[in-house]
């Protein structure tokens, strides 16, 4: 899937694989099989149904296409008037269905936009920036300080009200219709068995989270995702290679990779749900080292260090 809403000249690419000998595809999204499975979009995108603008104005596939955006439409107008633009963020998600034992799980991979924060800030005058400054809003927006040094409270949340993280609208609401349901968006044939209490999910995504201690189970808020966890109470700090501007290295805890259980995911025997055993990759604290098998591996400007998961997923029983 690609990203490319409100700019005809750059896509952010978003590609998900997995071990064909082990999971069998049940439903993608985007759904395109001819389109949008088995490709790596690369660069100029020319059968990637994101090619020349294709996505420069829309958020999500209709069936014919593979661009995919987490943010609404209104949600990307209204952070352009506040100065902050969304970006390109993309997501892409697929079905899974365990050869051994026919236990399903839906897989999410994404990027979010930078959190962004209602701050009033003072000048010297000990006024209220909004009030000097003649602006109508009591407030000041500012990125990246609602996951970094204050409360999530402070957040900007999505339109929808079900993420701390604004211009997170589409990712949502529909990972959640695709997880939960047959897959059936934008052409899906809905050929999945299992029910909405019965798959797990798994997502991996650059959060754009600022530092370690701030939860993931705090991100996403609508209650579909009320049971989301990671590793544990600190995460890797994987953000960025910054060092061409002296930004520093892996600075911010923005790489997750978390879960959303179901408590009777294992079906009618009552299977256990799914869990992040562990979680390996970034450094344990801005600035840190990484680990000497999973270093950059581009050496890029902003890359991100790379993380790796161990999942238990038990075998369904029955």
């Not at 604004?166 to 050929?191: I, K, M, P, Q, Y």
Request: glycine share 12%; aromatic share 8%.
């Amino acid at each position: 899937a690609g990203c490319g809403y409100g700019s005809a000249e750059y896509q952010t690419p978003v590609v998900l694989f997995h071990d064909r000998r082990r999971w069998d595809v049940v439903q993608t999204y985007p759904s395109s099989a001819e389109l949008c499975r088995d490709k790596v979009f690369l660069p100029p995108w020319d059968d990637a149904g994101i090619a020349n603008g294709t996505c420069a104005d829309r958020t999500g596939a209709t069936g014919d296409d593979c661009c995919s955006c987490t943010f609404s439409e209104a949600e990307y107008a209204m952070a352009d008037e506040w100065g902050n633009g969304l970006g390109q963020r993309p997501w892409a998600a697929g079905i899974y269905r365990r050869r051994s034992d026919g236990r399903e799980v839906c897989v999410v991979a994404g990027e979010f936009p930078h959190p962004l924060a209602n701050v009033t800030l003072w000048d010297l005058n000990g006024q209220s920036t909004w009030t000097s400054s003649g602006s109508e809003e009591p407030y000041t927006i500012m990125p990246y300080v609602c996951t970094s040094q204050y409360s999530p409270d402070i957040c900007v949340p999505n339109l929808e009200g079900t993420s701390v993280v604004f211009g997170t609208d589409v990712f949502a609401r529909s990972v959640a219709e695709f997880c939960s349901g047959g897959g059936d968006l934008a052409g899906g044939d809905g050929d999945a068995a299992t029910s909405l209490q019965e798959r797990d999910v798994i997502i991996l995504a650059d959060t754009n989270a600022g530092m370690g201690d701030f939860a993931s189970s705090k991100l996403l808020t609508d209650p579909f995702y009320s049971a989301l966890a990671d590793s544990g109470d600190l995460q890797p700090y994987t953000c960025c290679n910054d060092t061409s501007y002296d930004g520093g290295m892996n600075r911010y805890a923005s790489d997750r990779i978390m879960v959303v259980g179901r408590s009777d995911a294992g079906g009618k025997s009552g299977g256990a749900s799914i869990r992040v055993n562990d979680l390996e990759g970034g450094s344990v604290a801005p600035g840190g080292p990484l680990p000497d098998d999973l270093p950059l591996v581009c050496h890029a400007e902003q890359e991100h260090a790379p993380v790796r998961a161990y999942i238990s997923l038990p075998v369904l029983e029955g």
